[in-house]
């Protein structure tokens, strides 16, 4: 893989994921039913929608819109620091501190990211389609949800799912 000479900060659009994943649950032509890895594949795009709307939500609090080469690369590397791991835990263990959005955003995002293990690793789980879609649209209410919290929260969120405590 390479890197572009001319950087852009356009993240993977999480909007686009979960109609991705909803695309997955009505396969074309209409009638044919999906597939178990379809429902897998849109269990797994409703996490990672919420995990790049956090991702995004978190340079666009720390570092805003980028102006000049500088910012967008701080952009991209605070874009690229979120970790799955560290994003659950700082999100359940500060989940009180948040508000009612904040909190069903935390609830969701660590709930999706267990569907999301079991969907893509263990094959013993069976998932419905009307789970699989349950799941895209509360990805989607809990992302709608939190970019109307307030921006204080969301630097806070940020600081906490980005940088290590000690």
């Known amino acids: 893989m390479t890197t572009p000479s001319n950087p852009t900060t356009a993240p993977i659009n999480w909007r686009n994921l979960i109609q991705a994943g909803r695309d997955l649950l009505n396969p074309q032509p209409a009638g044919i039913v999906p597939t178990d890895?379809?429902?897998r594949r849109a269990i797994s795009n409703a996490y990672y929608a919420i995990f790049h709307a956090l991702a995004e939500s978190n340079a666009d609090a720390l570092i805003g819109t980028p102006?000049?080469?500088a910012a967008t690369a701080a952009w991209s590397r605070v874009y690229r620091g979120l970790d799955h791991t560290r994003a659950h835990r700082e999100l359940q263990r500060h989940h009180q501190e948040f508000s009612a959005q904040g909190r069903r955003f935390a609830e969701t995002f660590s709930q999706l990211q267990q569907f999301r293990h079991s969907a893509d690793y263990d094959h013993t789980v069976v998932f419905t389609t009307q789970e699989a879609?349950?799941?895209v649209g509360r990805a989607e209410a809990a992302i709608l949800d939190y970019t109307q919290?307030?921006?204080s929260e969301r630097v806070y969120i940020a600081t906490l799912t980005l940088i290590r405590p000690r």
């Open 149 to 151: 919290t307030a921006m």
């Open 37 to 39: 890895e379809h429902v």
């Open 133 to 135: 879609t349950r799941h």
């Open 67 to 69: 102006s000049d080469v």
